[in-house]
């Protein structure tokens, strides 16, 4: 049985009101993972634990079989990659240089020069996001389609097995999502790198991940293949939505049928 990547095990946090409460979930090795569920439900906030940018109050965090808590920063960032939700302001940097800097874990004190190591992971990150061509581009000359590919370049530049990503589709039009969709898949098909990724289109959730995490208020609602979980049932629970589902060439369609309940809560 293959080992799974990562391992969250009876996690719980509390901060400024808001509670992961004992989050137990597997996330196979080798896979893409999509973590779903309305707004607030902690979906963020998990990704944050796992790359220890959030400390939790209790439980263990495994990666491949270790403890997080055994890892130095150095050694996560060689293992664990993530790209956040919020796109900070970028200097004037090219495609390349600002993939490079996906290698800081692997340089020592002072050091700036690259090392051939350091090159070929930056060639290898530009070409496997289709930035090969767009290198020498300043990054703020690019379409939003195109920064977000330069961007996943940056964290695949780091060299890790896992890659989390926080609503990587978020502000790009449909066409520019299913185009960063299909870019993950290869990635993950080509090259066996773990894919964890939050998701807020609940069919583009289905269609690309091989399993599927929805949360809710803080706990994990639901855990399973797509197309198991996707069921009317599962939208009654976790989104509160009457729909029925049909699936188009492997590609789930959900149509509401009637409003949205409103239950309170976060």
Known sequence: MKEEALVVQNISLHRQGFQLKRINADFPSGRITAIVGPNGSGKSTLLKTMTRLLDIDSGEILIHGKSAASFSPRQLAQCISMLPQTKDFMPDLTVRELAAYGRAP???????????EDYQAVEFALEAA???????RLFYTLSGGEQQRARIALTLAQGTDILLLDEPTTYLDIAHQLDILNMLKR???????????????LQQAAAYSHHMIAMKRGVIAAAGSPRDLLTPAFL??????????????GYPLIIPTAGIHHSGGI
Do not use: C, P, S
């Open 130 to 136: 289709g930035m090969g061509k767009l290198a020498d």
């Open 106 to 116: 692997y340089k020592k004190l002072f050091q700036q020069r690259q090392t051939k």
């Open 187 to 201: 990635i993950n098909e080509q090259w066996g790198i773990t894919i964890v990724m939050v998701l807020h289109d």
């Open 236 to 249: 009654k629970e976790i989104y509160e939505i009457d729909a029925k589902i049909t699936v188009i060439d």
